[in-house]
């Protein structure tokens, strides 16, 4: 992910769209389910702010059973968002409705942000041949 998002931005991209399907074993303690959304909400907004670009992170809702019947199922944890260049939330559903979201992105803020995180600017490409790589020599 983080490449692609990266290359996408350095492409002209104005907006990331992260579309989802994920949640919990239906099984998981309530600790465990916190730590899992806690988690993908911090990724996704970490897309926000390492690219200087809004994300939309649109997630599904509900429960499915395990086809193979070896677990319970997964309990899709929904909480789908969106948030702006630096991460801050713009709009935020619950875990139990369906629900559309809307939201005023300000595309010219994205450049306005770059300026004043110039890291996006001053990225040491000569330093990125590894990158290329699937493993380093």
């Known amino acids: 992910y983080p490449e ?3 290359l996408m931005a350095l492409a002209g991209a104005e907006v990331l769209i992260y579309p989802t399907a994920i ?6 303690d309530p600790e465990e389910q916190a730590r899992q959304l ?3 909400v911090t990724v996704q ?3 926000a702010v390492a690219n200087n670009l809004p994300v939309i992170a649109p997630n599904r809702i509900g429960t499915e059973p395990d086809p193979s019947g070896s677990s319970d199922g997964i309990r899709f944890w929904g909480n789908s968002f969106i948030c702006g260049p630096q991460g801050e939330f713009l709009a935020r559903a619950d875990d139990h409705s369906e629900t559309l979201l809307f939201a005023t992105i300000n595309r010219s803020r994205s450049e306005s ?8 600017r001053d990225r040491r490409i000569d330093a990125y ?3 290329l790589k699937r493993v380093r020599d």
């Open 38 to 40: 806690d988690a993908w």
């Open 23 to 28: 949640g919990w074993d239906v099984t998981d």
């Open 129 to 131: 041949g590894d990158i």
């Open 113 to 120: 942000i770059r300026r004043i995180w110039p890291y996006f």
């Open 45 to 47: 907004r970490g897309h």
């Open 4 to 6: 692609a998002a990266r």
